[in-house]
């Protein structure tokens, strides 16, 4: 207001660019202003659906059986049987979905960033091994589950397919908003389906420490669960799909979590979760909803660089040993490990900075 009634003071002077100026001020703060709160909106439309969206689907579902439109809910329940493999085949990815512009302020919140090392050849299949979990994996989601860092147009001819809990593609709505952005089950038949009756030019991108890597991550740490993590390796080798390490700086840093120590009851409870369940429930906050000095659900504005390596070439063996397994298994963490120790000081971690490999 200051800032007008100054302007309008210019004005009645003879001075009115200054008015123009002191315009140009107001309305581009306001401009900016509203743009942080779309970034927030987009941001908490993805978190509330991660966390929330499957249960209130099935819930509101079955609501809508026991009223007068049961027959809309009966309809989608017979288009659900009769869809029900369509995430083991690849799914049914919209690149309408993928191109929302809401996953564009999505980015710009934190901001996230996808860096391109080297060329993909689009006549070879890959498997991506993304690292680390986080809380959420908003670096996988963002740069493989829309085109909202330019996915496709830095690797042209490849195809990303994020895989997730193979559960979620049960959960009415949910499955379908899910494939919606390319995305598939972590199961060895929709990537056996992917790597083999799909042709060539997919990347499979699997976040390779799951549950039990979520359980660990807090900012400031840089540690990765891989050393028992194999069967990604097997998968590559039985359709000869070359291995790509990608690491996320960033990802940690977005949520403060409660980590139990081992042999204490919440540790107990994650893990019987992790066993019978597939995932492991975190204790985490970021900033509240309309103030970053409060606790809530919108992770913290940190930055997110998602950096993809080099891509390790491996042979199509149909029945790998646990030799060539070990081998290139090898072979991958040491490339994990040469890429964070390439990229970790331009995306501000110090040079003595160590990746941990459990």
């Known amino acids: 207001m200051k800032t007008l009634i100054a302007a309008y ?24 202003k509203f743009e942080k709160q779309l970034q927030i909106i987009s941001v908490l439309q993805w978190v509330v659906s991660f966390l929330v969206l499957g249960v209130a689907c099935s819930v509101l579902l079955v609501y809508i059986l026991c009223t007068d439109c049961w027959a809309i809910a009966a309809l989608y329940l017979a288009w659900l049987v009769f869809d029900w493999d369509t995430p083991m085949k690849g799914g049914r990815r919209s ?12 980015r710009d919140y934190f901001p996230i960033r996808l860096v391109k090392t080297h060329n993909l050849p689009n006549n070879r299949n890959y498997i991506f091994g993304y690292h680390p979990h986080g809380i959420m994996s908003f670096g996988a989601f963002c740069n493989f589950g829309t085109e909202a860092t330019g996915v496709s147009q830095k690797f042209p001819g490849i195809r990303p397919y994020l895989a997730t809990l193979a559960g979620n593609f049960r959960i009415p709505v949910l499955r379908d908003y899910l494939m919606s952005g390319g995305i598939c089950p972590v199961n060895r038949h929709s990537i056996d389906f992917i790597l083999s009756k799909n042709g060539t030019g997919n990347a499979v991108i699997i976040v390779v420490g799951g549950a039990a890597e979520s359980l660990n991550c807090t900012p400031g ?36 979590q409660v980590i139990f120590e081992e042999g204490c009851w919440g540790r107990w409870v994650q893990k019987k979760f992790q066993k019978y369940i597939g995932f492991a429930p975190c204790v985490f906050h970021g900033r509240g909803l309309f103030s970053s000095n409060t606790w809530g659900l919108i992770p913290y504005p940190n930055p997110i660089t998602t950096v993809v390596g080099e891509a390790i070439t491996v042979p199509k063996t149909a029945h790998p040993t646990q030799k060539e397994v070990d081998l290139y298994h090898s072979m991958y963490v040491s490339s994990l490990s040469k890429l964070f120790d390439k990229y970790k000081a331009k995306f501000g971690l110090p040079e003595t900075e160590v990746l941990e490999v459990d």
């Open 9 to 32: 003071s210019g004005v009645l002077r003879g001075t009115g660019s200054n008015f123009l100026s002191a315009l140009q001020d107001v309305f581009w703060f306001s401009k900016s």
């Open 95 to 106: 690149p309408w979905v993928r191109n929302w512009a809401m996953w564009r302020y999505f």
């Open 221 to 256: 740490k840089n540690s990765v669960t891989l050393k028992n993590r194999k069967g990604f390796v097997k998968l590559a080798l039985r359709h000869g799909a070359d291995l790509v390490p990608v690491y996320s700086f960033g990802e940690n840093e977005v949520y403060k």
